[in-house]
Every structure is written in structure tokens, then in C-alpha cells.
């Protein structure tokens, strides 16, 4: 069609969006043990800051436990801290090198308050994508006003945008669902 306009660009930028969502939802509890669960916390170590996978080894050996191997054994007490800190509401067990993490039930105020961050999340995702769609949509124009392209190519291409941008959108929604339903499962 156009060799002036990369639609591919956009799908990435799209994808890209998409990626960051399931990345965000990852990282809310839902009743059963993940190590992702863990992912977004940092330890102040050595100095600096750095992702919890740096200093050790998350696994997952019951359905409602995490286990958490630090390295270093003089980061456990930092990973203790950042683990209690993170505002997940979980109270590691200390067993020399090794934190054991018992995930409580979910009591439904607390999965409401999940799924409606998981909404904020897929609200977020949702403009970013559309950011994106306007950005291409923006190049578009300005091709068109170039005389880099005819404006039925320019209406073609828009049409494709559109449909990328409502299957992204339909696509993260998707993904929100099936993570309200494993936060709303008892």
C-alpha cells in the first residue's frame, strides 16, 4: 500500500501497551500463589535499589505459599522488610536464608478493591493505546497534506488503524476479565 506509513510501528507500540498490562495485572494477588506476585518489589541493597529477583529465588512450592531463597544472607533482612512494606499485606516467615510467604484468603472488600484496580490498569493501557492510534492517525493526516499519499490510500489506511486499535482494545479487555474472574474465585 504505503511505503511512507508503517502500520507495523503502531502494532508494536500497541503490543507494547498490551505487554505492560498483563505486566501491571501480574503483579495483584489473586487467591493462588504466583511469583510474579513478588516481581514488583524492591530491595535497598548494596547501595542501591534493585528488583527482588536480583537477590534471590522466588518458587512456589504450595498452592498458597511462596518461598523466597535470598543469596545473600545478609539481605534477608532487607528482603523481610521490603516483602512486609509492599503493601501486598503478607508477613514473610524467616527459615535462616529461606522467607516463607503464607498468602491469607481474600476477603471480598479486598478482591472488590483488586478488580477495581485492575480496571484503573486496563483504563490505563486503553489510553495508551490510543495515544498511539492518534499518533498514527496524526501521521496520516500530515502524509495526506504532504501529497505523500491520496486520500483514499489515507482513508484505507485509517480504516486499519481503527480495527488495530478496537482488537487491541477488545484484546486487554479480554485479559482483564479472565484476571477479574481469578481474583473474584473463592
Do not use: C
Amino acid at each position: 500500500m504505503s511505503d511512507v506509513f508503517d502500520i507495523n510501528d503502531l502494532k508494536r507500540r500497541m503490543e507494547g501497551a498490551v505487554n505492560a498490562l498483563k505486566h501491571d495485572l501480574g503483579g495483584l494477588r489473586t487467591g493462588r500463589a504466583s511469583a510474579s506476585l513478588l516481581e514488583p518489589i524492591v530491595i535497598e541493597a548494596y547501595g542501591s535499589t534493585m528488583p527482588i529477583n536480583q537477590v534471590a529465588n522466588i518458587s512456589v512450592p504450595e498452592a498458597r505459599m511462596l518461598s523466597v531463597s535470598v543469596w545473600d544472607k545478609t539481605m534477608v533482612g532487607a528482603v523481610e522488610r521490603a516483602i512486609r512494606d509492599s503493601g501486598l499485606g503478607l508477613n514473610p516467615i524467616t527459615d535462616g536464608t529461606t522467607l516463607r510467604i503464607p498468602l491469607p484468603e481474600l476477603n471480598e472488600q479486598r478482591r472488590k478493591e483488586l478488580v477495581k484496580i485492575a480496571h484503573q490498569y486496563a483504563e490505563q493501557g486503553r489510553i495508551a493505546v490510543r495515544h498511539v492510534r492518534r499518533d498514527g492517525m496524526d501521521q496520516l493526516k500530515k502524509l495526506e497534506k504532504d501529497s505523500e499519499i491520496s486520500q483514499d490510500e489515507g482513508r484505507v489506511l485509517a480504516e486499519r488503524v481503527q480495527k488495530l486499535t478496537d482488537d487491541t482494545i477488545a484484546e486487554m479487555d479480554k485479559i482483564v476479565a479472565v484476571k477479574e474472574g481469578e481474583i473474584m474465585q473463592v
